[in-house]
Every structure is written in C-alpha cells, then in structure tokens.
C-alpha cells in the first residue's frame, strides 16, 4: 500500500468511526427523549424525565455533528465529557438511595465502557484528523503518459496553469516551497515533500509536519483506451486554513475546491495540447503559454 492509499484510509477508518458512534448518540438521544421513563427504568434509577431527556438533547446533538464528519476529534471528545457527566449524574442517584442496584451496576459498567470506547476513537481519530475536503477529478488529454508526467514533476511551471497558486519553489530532496492566495486573498505558504514518484507513471505528495496547509494527494498517468491519449487523475485530500470554516468560505465566496482543480486539469489539457491557455480576462483571444 503507498503512502496515499494509507493516509486515506487513517481518513476512511476516522469515517467509520463517526458514522458508528453517530448512529448510537441518535439511536440513545431519540430513546432518552421519547422513553425518558424506560430509559430510567432500564438504568435502574428512580424516574427524571427531565434530566433524562437534556441527556438525550446532549446525544443527539453529537450524533448529528459525528455524521456530518467535521471536526470529528472534537465531537468525540464532546461524548467523553457527556459520558463523564453521565457517570457523575448516576453517582449522585446511588447516594440518594433511589436505584436498583442490579440494574446500576450493569448501567454503571456499560457507561464505562462506552467512555472507555469513546476515548479511545478520541484519542486515534486526534492521530489522522483528515483534511475536510476530498477531491477526485480526470481528464483525458492528447499526450502520452511520459510527457504528461515530466511536465508536471518540474513543479515550478504549475502556476502556469493552476489558478490561485503563485509560486512553487524546488528545494531539493523532493521538498518544494509553495505560495498559494487564500480564500481572502492573503498568500498562504507551506512546504510540501514527494511521498512516492513513479517516473511515467505517478506523483504523491504531502504537505510536511506543521505546514499551514494540511494536504496530500496524488496525480496519475493512464493510457487511455483506444489510442485516444492519457487519463490524468488527481486526487487530493486538504484542510484549508481555517478549517470546516476555510472550506465553507471558499464555496460560499470563491469557488468550489473540486470546481478548481477542475478547471486546473482543463487548463493542463490546453497547454499540453496546444500551447495556449484560453481566456476571458481583458482578451478575446487565448494567451500563449511557454512549453514544458
């Protein structure tokens, strides 16, 4: 497995995680909140509707955020501090008396052991919090694979046809410097390093340890079927900065990220194909664009 494939799936493990324990805070906080009295009753503890029914309102609410999968690690944590106040809550009806205590201690041992759970999901997702935004996108593009390829690893001709990046500098040992504009127009920096290259074949990559931009992905180079050119496939995994807020302000007041990379690979295609990259700003016509 390259290094790619196993940073997606830390990604689609975290996935599995919040749907599982998002599915269970909704399946409980519905339960508390229309059967507060069973509930109670399973639980072993004298009838509070009320208190139960706030736990319940606690869970849903959680659950509802683990399905959306933003800010998993954090949604998590939020079911450790429930399951602690849960804990403490039944603590408190064990001194006042008003329990059955076979039924407790079985209550007592299962919260347990879902904070014991809980925690651990917290702990692992906090280990590969993914990038919130996955990207896949292809083009078919009259070139072979070789030349395709050796036009993109010279990572210093990329802004020539990606939007929003403005520089990208070598830095030797397959580190490179990028500058990008954010989504408020201020340049973003991070240093990235190649994970895995296959000369003709494919290119990895991954943002480096405390870069502002969390990011990994890959692009490859497939012959197409039919003679008819080469398949480039990009698929790519970020975290923008600000996070789940980033990602919501670039759609709302720029445009999508898998719209982006879209056109990127139009504009690729046009200058692999012909030389030019057409155009709508301040000209009829499409602008040169120097070879690869």
């Known amino acids: ?49 009320l208190l139960i029914r706030m736990i319940g309102l606690r869970e849903v609410a959680s659950g509802a955020g683990l399905l959306s999968r933003r800010n998993v690690p954090g949604w998590l944590w939020t079911r450790v501090s429930g399951d602690m106040m849960d804990l403490g809550l039944l603590a408190g009806t064990l001194f006042s008396g008003r329990t059955t205590p076979r039924r407790f201690g079985t209550t007592v041992a299962t919260l347990a052991g879902i904070a014991a759970v809980d925690t651990y999901c917290a702990r692992q997702s906090e280990q590969f919090s993914g990038p919130t935004i996955q990207i896949s996108r292809s083009i078919i593009v009259n070139r072979s694979a070789e030349e395709l390829y050796n036009a993109w690893h010279q990572f210093e001709n990329l ?14 040992g397959n580190r490179s410097h990028w500058v990008a504009k954010g989504p408020t127009g201020a340049e973003v920096e991070w240093d990235a390093e190649i994970i895995e290259d296959q000369p003709g074949k494919s290119i990895s990559w991954r943002s480096m340890e405390g870069s502002t931009v969390e990011t990994f992905g890959s692009v490859c180079f497939e012959p197409a079927t039919g003679n008819r050119g080469t398949i ?35 504009r690729f295609k046009q ?11 301040g000209q009829s016509a499409g602008r040169p664009i120097t070879t690869f």
């Open 1 to 49: 497995m390259n290094a790619f494939a196993k940073d997606q799936s830390h990604l689609d493990k975290q996935n599995r995680f919040a749907t599982t324990l998002g599915c269970f805070s909704l399946g409980l906080g519905l339960a508390s909140i229309f059967m507060p009295r069973r509930v109670c009753q399973l639980m072993g503890i004298q009838a509070h509707p």
């Open 159 to 172: 802004p020539r046809f990606m939007e929003g990046l403005v520089s990208v500098r070598d830095m030797g």
């Open 232 to 266: 480039v496939r990009v698929e790519m995994n970020c975290n923008p900065p600000g996070g789940s807020l980033g990602a919501m302000f670039s759609r709302v007041f720029g445009k999508a990220p898998e719209q982006r990379v879209m056109e990127d690979l139009h």
């Open 271 to 281: 200058v692999m194909e012909t030389g030019f990259v057409t155009t709508t700003e």
